[in-house]
């Protein structure tokens, strides 16, 4: 008996002696002894970095998510850098105290304003209204070239002095006696009639809501209309936040002006102001879910471990870490894409993961050790499952570097380095705050986690067959569910619900019939001039049919301003024309009819109109507006086509059945001149084509990180058993997610790429912790092992969800369904973690035993020789 107790004496101190040799003691041993050094870093790096991590930006380019050369990506980049931006902006004003004419005052205040924008051009299909002449001059002329030629001869005639006071006497009637202002405007201006030449080009081009939508509001008496066109793309938040900040407060001058700053409500409607307010509601959300969750963090700790001590040692490293991880994002990935968002969660979860096994192997410790020696005691017996579990779930991100999609690479290296460096973070900091907080005497009672009673998890001991069965019956129940898993995105599902952009935008749809947010770009690419007039003059028809069909409500095209090639000859015999000015003006005065100076105007644009150049080349120079539309170079000619579908398609917010795509499929055989290419793009389209990308890339995901993960356990354990156990839980978690996401319909959005990879890293961790304590040499039997650990691992998997759970707080669909999603497959992995792992870790090791036995009985060969 003295024999013994001296052996173990002894192998005892031969092992105390070769673990404070280990690196990782000395590290815990020197991190203790300079505590005071380390804490007022810490406290210099904390104030430095609160006003430097108020830099941090969210961005939401939707291009960020799919390939770069993609051809509708690639047309789309192409399109924004050669033309500016596509989708339109608008400005809703209403009110219910003031009268029509006084809220169409006020908006012609606003639009003069908004005209000394250098990023906004106004939209009018009113060519005789706009404020630049040459414009309007350029819009009339095409209008009446791309006609038939009499359209253009008939304008002619109606300029001679002869003529004049007809066309007057004509339009006086309708002055006398408006059925409403606004038309009294049209007619009173347009006193010759040119209006009415090119109203047929006109509603070839422009359906009748899109004439209403952009030129005179909706039908609403007391609701009006400004039709814009920023330069900036409606994907870059931090420019749609500077745009909309600026059009607010040019929106309120002039309402203070005019003072009806409280009798006009003003709103802003399309992706540009969703984008801006879908921002601002994610900046906001994200402070409110990052106090919310640090909050319910805490209240966790404090009911697991009941002492303030152990509560801090856990959160003060975890909360260093997320400093340093939010300095290291806001230095190197600045903006970080509202996707990428996700990552705090998963590093809270997983940081607090860490701090709570080594304080609950500290505490244990410290019933037989110095605080000083307990610390380094502890970093040396937890380095090796916490080391797997961290660099496992490291490895299932890294293969979001597999997608090759710049927002999916920066989440999976963001999280990946998160975790490293909350790994790192919190074995130099974890022996520091031992010693602040820790008395040297060490401190009273057990360390047990008080999250749920010890019989719980004795249950699962005791009854591992039938909790076997359990786990097998429901991954039998949650199959068939998951095989309906369908990936089906809709255009809300990238903005924060509830804005007012989005209701206004909705509400300007369904006045007018036109699906805002699902405009779109035709690209046509042609080799010279003369092949892009002729493929446009084929397209124009063909997108002219759709509008009469009632499938588009307008296009934007350059022939608004270029004159087709076979019409250029009719116009060079009308130079010589000139307007006798004394004769319109002195019919005017005949006539009594007022506005001398918009009549200047009005003269100032039909001369030019007969002046004008029809040249395309001259024309892109003269004419600022036509260059979103053109590019004409030596060597190629691109033109670009907007259309506006119709909301004629109930399920036009549908990724699956866009406009778009429904014209990209018809221009395919589209035949066109030699040379000439046509390319479908926009947002809506790219949006679609994010969809595709979701659906495809899920599963080969899946598979990538399912591999990196095997690869990184079996480099901790050594053994291919230990590394097919580990993955048990993750293959009925997966199941068990997907068929909750089709039971409670919750949205798939482009995060679903990263739902595998997040719960085969996360998921993985309990078992790992749960495999590395049974197995041998220092193995302790499964009943031990889930009295001692069912606790943490139960603890830290409650911290995970938490994180995830408080994602559900934001109203952005993309955050909300990562947050349920995932808080789903935590919650599922450690279920089967209990559930199954325990049966099948006891029938391994019975096999083991068996197998040692056999090989034990067979008897040696025997020696020859």
């Given at each position: 008996m003295g024999i013994n107790s001296t052996e173990q004496l002894r192998d005892n101190a031969s092992q105390d002696h070769r673990t404070k040799g280990n690196r990782l003691y000395r590290l815990a041993v020197l991190s203790y002894d300079h505590a005071q050094l380390i804490l007022v870093a810490v406290s210099i790096l904390m104030v430095l970095s609160l006003p430097w991590i108020r830099g941090l930006r969210i961005d939401a380019d939707f291009s960020r998510l799919i390939d770069t050369d993609d051809p509708s990506s690639a047309a789309f980049a192409q399109g924004k850098s050669c033309f500016g931006e596509s989708n339109p902006?608008?400005?809703?004003?209403?009110?219910?105290?003031?009268?029509?004419?006084?809220?169409?005052?006020?908006?012609?205040?606003?639009?003069?304003?908004?005209?000394?924008?250098?990023?906004?051009?106004?939209?009018?299909?009113?060519?005789?209204?706009?404020?630049?002449?040459?414009?309007?001059?350029?819009?009339?002329?095409?209008?009446?070239?791309?006609?038939?030629?009499?359209?253009?001869?008939?304008?002619?005639?109606?300029?001679?002095?002869?003529?004049?006071?007809?066309?007057i006497h004509s339009s006086r009637l309708k002055l006398v006696s408006p059925v409403s202002p606004e038309p009294r405007e049209v007619v009173g201006i347009d006193v010759l009639g040119v209006f009415a030449l090119v109203r047929p080009y006109l509603e070839a081009r422009v359906g009748k809501a899109a004439q209403v939508l952009l030129d005179q509001g909706t039908t609403q008496s007391d609701l009006s209309l400004i039709a814009l066109k920023p330069r900036g793309s409606a994907e870059d938040s931090h420019y749609c936040l500077d745009l909309m900040s600026r059009l607010e407060t040019v929106c309120a001058h002039t309402a203070r002006d005019m003072g009806i700053q409280d009798q006009v409500n003003i709103q802003f409607a399309g992706l540009h102001a969703m984008t801006a307010q879908s921002?601002?509601?994610?900046?906001?959300?994200?402070?409110?879910?990052?106090?919310?969750?640090?909050?319910?963090?805490?209240?966790?700790?404090?009911?697991?471990?009941?002492?303030?001590?152990?509560?801090?040692?856990?959160?003060?490293?975890?909360?260093?870490?997320?400093?340093?991880?939010?300095?290291?994002?806001?230095?190197?990935?600045n903006p970080i894409y509202f996707i990428t968002i996700g990552f705090v969660a998963i590093v809270l979860g997983l940081g607090l993961d860490v701090a709570v096994h080594l304080t609950g192997r500290l505490v244990r410790s410290l019933e037989s050790h110095t605080p000083r020696e307990a610390v380094g005691l502890?970093?040396?017996?937890?380095?090796?499952?916490?080391?797997?579990?961290?660099?496992?779930?490291?490895?299932?991100?890294?293969?979001?570097?597999?997608?090759?999609?710049?927002?999916?690479?920066?989440?999976?290296?963001?999280?990946?380095?998160?975790?490293?460096?909350?790994?790192?973070?919190?074995?130099?900091?974890?022996?520091?705050?031992?010693?602040?907080?820790?008395?040297?005497?060490?401190?009273?009672?057990?360390?047990?986690?008080?999250?749920?009673?010890?019989?719980?998890?004795?249950?699962?001991?005791?009854?591992?067959?039938?909790?076997?069965?359990?786990?097998?019956?429901?991954?039998?129940?949650?199959?068939?569910w998951a095989m309906r898993f369908q990936f089906h995105m809709d255009l809300s599902d990238f903005f924060a619900q509830d804005l007012p952009a989005l209701d206004a935008t909705q509400e300007i749809e369904t006045q007018s019939a036109t699906a805002l947010t699902s405009t779109f770009q035709v690209h046509l690419d042609a080799p010279d001039l003369d092949s892009a007039s002729e493929a446009l003059k084929k397209l124009d028809l063909f997108f002219a049919d759709k509008v009469r069909a009632g499938e588009l409500v307008l296009f934007e095209t350059p022939s608004n301003f270029l004159p087709y090639e076979s019409t250029i000859e009719d116009s060079n015999a009308s130079t010589d024309v000139t307007i006798d000015r004394a004769t319109f003006f002195l019919l005017l005065k005949h006539y009594k009819i007022k506005s001398r100076e918009e009549h200047h105007r009005y003269l100032d644009i039909l001369e030019r109109v007969v002046s004008l150049?029809?040249?395309?080349?001259?024309?892109?120079?003269?004419?600022?507006?036509?260059?979103?539309?053109?590019?004409?170079?030596?060597?190629?000619?691109?033109?670009?086509?907007?259309?506006?579908?119709?909301?004629?398609?109930?399920?036009?917010?549908?990724?699956?059945?866009?406009?778009?795509?429904?014209?990209?499929?018809?221009?395919?055989?589209?035949?066109?001149?030699?040379?000439?290419?046509?390319?479908v793009a926009g947002t809506a389209h790219i949006l679609a084509t994010i969809q595709q990308m979701v659906k495809s890339l899920f599963f080969k995901i899946a598979w990538i990180s399912l591999i990196l993960v095997l690869g990184t356990v079996w480099l901790c354990f050594r053994s291919f058993s230990a590394t097919?156990?580990?993955?048990?839980?993750?293959?009925?978690?997966?199941?068990?997610?997907?068929?909750?996401?089709?039971?409670?319909?919750?949205?798939?959005?482009?995060?679903?790429?990263?739902?595998a990879a997040i719960v085969v890293g996360v998921g993985i961790d309990d078992a790992v912790h749960l495999i590395s304590q049974t197995r041998p040499p220092n193995g302790a039997p499964i009943p031990e092992v889930l009295d001692e650990i069912g606790p943490a691992i139960t603890l830290t998997t409650a911290s995970t969800a938490i994180g995830f759970a408080c994602l559900m707080w934001s109203s952005h669909p993309v955050v909300n369904s990562l947050g349920?999603?995932?808080?789903?497959?935590?919650?599922?992995?450690?279920?089967?973690?209990?559930?199954?792992?325990?049966?099948?870790?006891r029938w391994g090791a019975t096999a083991k035993i068996k197998t040692i036995r056999w090989i034990k009985s067979v008897p040696p060969a025997p020696r020859i020789g």
């Open positions: 902006l608008f400005i809703t004003l209403t009110s219910k105290a003031l009268d029509r004419e006084l809220l169409h005052a006020f908006r012609e205040r606003l639009r003069e304003h908004l005209g000394t924008f250098d990023d906004l051009s106004l939209l009018s299909n009113q060519f005789l209204h706009t404020g630049n002449p040459d414009v309007a001059a350029a819009q009339l002329k095409a209008a009446l070239l791309n006609q038939e030629p009499s359209a253009y001869r008939a304008f002619l005639s109606r300029l001679h002095p002869a003529n004049m006071e007809r066309q921002t601002q509601v994610l900046q906001r959300e994200m402070i409110q879910i990052t106090l919310l969750a640090t909050g319910l963090l805490l209240l966790l700790l404090w009911v697991a471990l009941r002492r303030i001590p152990l509560v801090l040692i856990c959160f003060l490293p975890l909360l260093v870490s997320m400093v340093v991880l939010l300095d290291i994002a806001r230095a190197v990935f502890t970093l040396c017996t937890c380095a090796r499952p916490l080391l797997a579990g961290i660099l496992s779930t490291a490895a299932a991100f890294l293969a979001l570097f597999f997608t090759a999609k710049e927002a999916l690479i920066q989440f999976g290296l963001l999280t990946s380095i998160g975790l490293v460096v909350t790994l790192v973070t919190t074995y130099v900091l974890f022996p520091a705050f031992v010693r602040i907080l820790i008395p040297t005497d060490g401190i009273k009672g057990t360390g047990t986690i008080h999250l749920l009673p010890s019989e719980f998890f004795s249950f699962f001991s005791r009854h591992q067959r039938w909790c076997f069965v359990a786990g097998v019956v429901a991954l039998g129940v949650c199959v068939p150049p029809t040249d395309p080349r001259e024309l892109s120079r003269l004419l600022p507006e036509a260059n979103r539309l053109m590019e004409i170079s030596e060597n190629r000619v691109r033109f670009q086509i907007t259309l506006w579908p119709s909301t004629n398609n109930a399920d036009h917010g549908s990724f699956s059945n866009l406009p778009a795509q429904a014209v990209d499929r018809e221009l395919a055989n589209f035949a066109l001149p030699p040379g000439t290419e046509v390319t097919i156990l580990s993955f048990v839980p993750v293959v009925g978690a997966l199941p068990a997610m997907m068929a909750a996401i089709v039971f409670l319909k919750i949205p798939v959005t482009p995060t679903a790429i990263a739902f349920q999603s995932i808080f789903i497959g935590v919650l599922a992995c450690w279920a089967f973690t209990l559930l199954l792992l325990p049966l099948l870790l």
